[in-house]
């Protein structure tokens, strides 16, 4: 999670790159993702970190909860903004590390390889000491661990796309991300390239960055997310002895 504005060359496109990409998958990780949410309760004050164009913000404001959605560039943020034309979800341009709005939330939520975007320890620990900050004294923090499984090449050619991404490892489980896509719609043909960075994270490295922050793994809710192949856990602050 960078300050810089990563995707921006193709945020525009986002979206549509995903769907032809995966499909129903998203969709129903989406639902999967409300489901189990649904399950803390209703009408829940939520923090979305890492929000992106909105597809689980948009989704739980729909669903009847109060939604900030956290986002660090600004150019998806901007796409999530055209999306809620009913201004139902409070905007905030910040990464997880470095959010200071409101607090106070029943619920914060970093899913979707989030942390993926954080690169160093420090970081991660900063991130859960500010998603804890966020929380009511019951609140929760709901994370998924990205498996070591994500970090490689792919090529999708299908549905008028051609999308390239190379993962090269930097060491220290550090890895170069660059995608060169080319996009046909409706005729138009789009070009983009992205590169940035992106860590991959142990579980224990997690556990370790949770503790730190004052935070503790209340249940693995990874069994209700068979789809996702990683791990989903539902945390909490850690009580005082």
Same mark, same amino acid.
């Given at each position: 999670?960078?300050?810089?504005?990563?995707?921006?060359?193709?945020?525009?496109?986002?979206?549509?790159?995903?769907?032809?990409?995966?499909?129903?998958?998203?969709?129903?990780?989406?639902?999967?993702?409300?489901?189990?949410?649904?399950?803390?309760?209703?009408?829940?004050?939520? #923090?979305?970190?890492?929000?992106?164009? @909105?597809?689980?913000?948009?989704? %739980? =404001?729909? /669903?009847?909860? &109060? *939604?900030? +959605?956290?986002?660090?560039?600004?150019?998806?943020?901007?796409?999530?903004?055209?999306?809620?034309?009913?201004?139902?979800?409070?905007?905030?341009? #910040?990464?997880?590390?470095?959010?200071? @709005?409101?607090?106070?939330?029943? %619920? =914060?939520? /970093?899913?979707? &390889? *989030?942390? +993926?975007?954080?690169?160093?320890?420090?970081?991660?620990?900063?991130?859960?000491?500010?998603?804890?900050?966020?929380?009511?004294?019951?609140?929760?923090?709901?994370?998924?661990?990205?498996?070591?499984?994500?970090?490689?090449?792919?090529?999708?050619?299908?549905?008028?796309?051609?999308?390239?991404?190379?993962?090269?490892?930097?060491?220290?489980?550090?890895?170069?991300?660059?995608?060169?896509?080319?996009?046909?719609?409706?005729?138009?043909?789009?070009?983009?390239?992205?590169?940035?960075?992106?860590?991959?994270?142990?579980?224990?490295?997690?556990?370790?960055?949770?503790?730190?922050?004052?935070?503790?793994?209340?249940?693995?809710?990874?069994?209700?997310?068979?789809?996702?192949?990683?791990?989903?856990?539902?945390?909490?602050?850690?009580?005082?002895?």
């Amino acid at each position: 999670m960078s300050a810089n504005d990563n995707h921006r060359s193709w945020a525009k496109h986002y979206d549509e790159v995903n769907r032809r990409c995966f499909g129903r998958f998203y969709d129903e990780l989406t639902r999967q993702t409300l489901a189990q949410i649904n399950t803390l309760g209703s009408n829940l004050r939520i #923090a979305d970190f890492g929000a992106g164009t @909105g597809r689980l913000s948009l989704t %739980l =404001a729909a /669903a009847g909860h &109060t *939604v900030t +959605a956290v986002e660090p560039s600004a150019s998806m943020l901007a796409q999530l903004a055209a999306k809620d034309t009913g201004n139902l979800i409070g905007k905030h341009h #910040a990464s997880l590390q470095t959010y200071d @709005g409101p607090s106070g939330h029943d %619920l =914060a939520i /970093a899913v979707f &390889t *989030v942390i +993926a975007y954080i690169l160093t320890w420090e970081e991660l620990t900063l991130s859960f000491t500010r998603a804890g900050e966020c929380l009511k004294a019951e609140g929760k923090l709901l994370i998924d661990i990205p498996s070591k499984s994500l970090f490689h090449d792919s090529h999708v050619m299908r549905n008028g796309l051609d999308r390239k991404i190379r993962f090269v490892p930097l060491g220290a489980n550090l890895y170069s991300y660059k995608e060169t896509t080319t996009l046909s719609d409706n005729g138009t043909e789009i070009k983009y390239e992205d590169k940035f960075r992106l860590r991959y994270w142990t579980e224990v490295e997690v556990k370790a960055a949770l503790h730190q922050a004052g935070l503790e793994i209340l249940e693995d809710w990874s069994i209700h997310f068979p789809m996702a192949g990683e791990a989903h856990w539902l945390c909490r602050k850690r009580k005082q002895t």
